[in-house]
């Protein structure tokens, strides 16, 4: 069965509990993301820009417009700070192109939360599933996975809130083949973020565009002249979800950072020693991240997001890598931080995968310590619940974070969308 | 240099007087083909959809919205019929990607005529400039050149109208990489007018988003990781204009039906010969079209468009192919039509170009004629207007034409968007 009548099998699914409270934990990252991306000045214009109609979907910083616009700019703003998930195998960060266009569609048609989030479940399910059926080459060449699998996954979560049937579901699809764009030539832009908001409104784009009569190529996805074989896509083998949705292996960024760090100041977390006993650390990584995030003496507050010495001096050091406002350009310069950072040898480890890191600690008292982390690890969902609270709380402040939770476990999408005012 | 910098020149050049009078020809013909495609039911509802915002900018068959909406439906809508203008080097239709961009964008900020008719110049040579650096591979492997390469054209247009600096424009054509898109699977779908549709809407949304402040890569179009590199672009050698402009090249339909056949239709327009002293009619045509627009016993209006036997059979008989509403199902069981299908042999031959075409004609005298016509060939201004004209009286009527043409050719862009309205 090819990957597109797969797509319109499952979005008939029904969302195993689980999963489904794993998009809830995903929306509750999602939506503080977005709150904090809409006070980032630099994106002042654009939000501006776009708010020429008005409509029933909330945006991130105020106001309401239309499904598709409301889309666009909280696609935009909530993956303007790098903060949101991400799935390793989709290559991509799911929420910033499936929940915009599932919010905005909830909140024109009027939807229960629960139905929401169901369809941002398969939404991003589905997401995974073309990422994977692209695969590595297709992200090598250039393209955005987040933008480009994210927009099939967006239109397959919006079809099935509008009840598309089969051969509109198809038509959706085939309208996005057309649609999904996004390259990695825009990483370090404004850009980036924009692509996932140009993927969340192509899902809502695309579905009601079918559901008003728009026809398109029935293969646009994986025909000979379609999506994959223009896009350089691999084809790779995929299955539909049976117990295990791949949803499960998401990872909420829980530092402030590149994702290729994470590893690292999880592992980091458990060592627990002063600052000023240490004589050596040693820090073994994926060879994938030595060119992504190996910045070795970063000058401002973006280099040090893209700094395994910098950012393993920060924590050890006491300063939270959660808290968005301690990358400034200030600390990089702070003189215990560069001591420290002198201490630190960064060293690539084949035998690692991108979700794996190793530290060897060595104390001035000749004590040696060894510390690892895989951030496929299992964590139970109270265990990520209680850390993406403390995630929010930095974020957002107490009061905020209380709202937007008890937001996202209730049963009214209102809830959730009367926090995205402010930031 | 790049192509990047040679569009940034090409953005800010001053338009000579005979490009701008071609433009205004294919603003003309292309304002008819959109008023007439907004009659068409099966895009009624996608129309529908697209209309939440009330803006300045007039749409095709009534209502007016915001710039970006109003360039995606008139993109559509001006592309339904597929009657619009083409450019052969460029592999694509010019008009349908950039005049909808310019159109809503120079209402929008309430522009004289010839502001709008300069801009619509560049971005039609734009079009043509990086349609011919992508090449054919990158058409042969399945983009849809008017969409892709029109995409770019539609944000220089719009990024000389909004008077963008140097830095804005290198943005907003960097904005267009990460957008531009449309797969030639939609062929034969409503998905193959939207691709036009969408460009359009890029090039207005790229423009004001730079405008607005949003960066993106600056090579986004011919870096490592650029749009040509992606989209198997062949980065073919391009110059700027001097004083030949591309846009002189531009081919309008003067026959409702595949432009495949229009070479072999022109050269058939000076037999001169009554249908029943017919013995035996060859038709030769360039490879590229066998393929494309041979059906040899066509059963449907729109089999007709794609038929040699038929369109030379209808042409003979005096069914005129320049009236859309003569592709009918009747038409290909009609009798006369298929006794006179009998007698025609279409071969190909390699020594033709695809703008070229080659008849003999056999009557039953014995006698034998030879024609040819190269669509190519030069026409002058005059004789292009005549012909023009004549088709769009056959579209709109004669009072409709008589306004729409001295609009067009006036100062007043109202004059021609009070056109719009009505089909």
Known sequence: MGITEQLIKLGGMDVPEEAAAMMRL??????ACGIIGAGEADFAGFRRAQMIEEGPAHVFGGDASGAATAALVNGTLSHALDYDDTHFAHIGHPSVAVLPAVM???????????NAVDAATIGVEASIMV???????????????TATAGAFGATLAAARMLDLDKHQTRHALGLCASMASGLKAQFGTMGKPLNAGLAARTGVEAALWAQAGMTAAA???????????????????VKLPRKDWQISEISHKFHACCHG????????????????RIAALKIRTSPRWMSVC??????TGLEAKFSYTQTAAMALLGHATGTVGNFTDAITRDKDIRDLRAKIEVMEDPTLSETQSQITLTLDSGEVRRMRHDLLAPMTLEARSDKLRGKVRALLGEDREEALWHAVIGPELDAVTACFAGN
């Open 294 to 299: 190996n910045i070795a003496e970063p000058k």
């Open 26 to 31: 995903s929306l509750f990252d999602w939506a």
């Open 219 to 237: 293969d646009g996805l994986d025909g000979a002249l379609g999506f994959g074989a223009t896009h350089h896509g691999e084809g790779a083998d």
């Open 131 to 145: 990422g994977v059926w692209l695969g590595r080459d297709h992200y090598q060449i250039g393209y955005h996975q």
């Open 261 to 276: 760090l994470h590893a690292m100041l999880e592992a980091l977390s458990g060592a627990n020693v002063a600052a000023d």
């Open 104 to 114: 905005a569609l909830a909140e024109t048609l009027d939807m229960r939360l629960t």
